[in-house]
């Protein structure tokens, strides 16, 4: 594990934001999806978890539709589950930065495997450039998995 010492608090919203970025960009090219993320923020309700928790399947059926983004509706319906469960996470510990914070301890594998576990089309690629990009420690060699 790295001795980087970890990121700055985020809100819920940025780091549900930070998920689905990564999660749109897995199997998939940045250009497309960096051309069509201000859609996303708008479609998204700029990644409030609550908001996007509550999204009814008729307007999933909608963005499915919706050429100004991505229309994979595995990874859209992945984000309202996400959103839900970064809800749960922020219940229990009080903000995401927080369940991050009890994590800390761990090494960056069983950091990763939580992680992984509680959010739906997260693996190894997806969860180290997600902790990576919001300034959280991940191995300066990538592990197993990630390209």
């Known amino acids: 594990m790295t001795k980087q010492s970890p990121g ?7 780091y549900l934001e930070h998920l689905t970025r990564k999660l ?9 999806v960096n051309k069509k993320w201000p859609r996303f923020r708008e479609v998204f309700y700029d990644f409030d978890p609550e908001t996007v ?12 539709r919706d050429a100004g983004i991505i229309r994979n509706r595995v990874k859209i319906r ?20 927080a ?10 594998e069983a950091r990763a495997k939580r992680i992984v ?13 997600f902790l990576h990009d919001c300034g959280e420690p991940v191995p300066s060699v990538k592990p197993d998995g990630v390209g």
Not at 8 to 14: E, G, K, M, T, Y
Not at 24 to 32: I, L
Not at 99 to 108: A, H, I, T
Not at 117 to 123: E, I, N, Q, S, W
């Open 8 to 14: 700055h608090r985020l809100s819920d919203a940025q």
């Open 24 to 32: 749109f960009v897995s199997g998939f090219a940045w250009a497309p």
């Open 53 to 64: 928790a509550d999204m009814p399947e008729p307007l999933l059926d909608e963005l499915a």
């Open 78 to 97: 992945a984000t309202v589950k996400n959103a839900g469960e970064m809800l749960l996470i922020s219940e229990r510990h009080g903000s995401f930065w």
């Open 99 to 108: 369940y991050l914070r009890s994590l800390d301890g761990l090494e960056y």
């Open 117 to 129: 576990r509680r959010f739906a089309c997260v693996g190894p690629n997806t969860v180290y450039y």
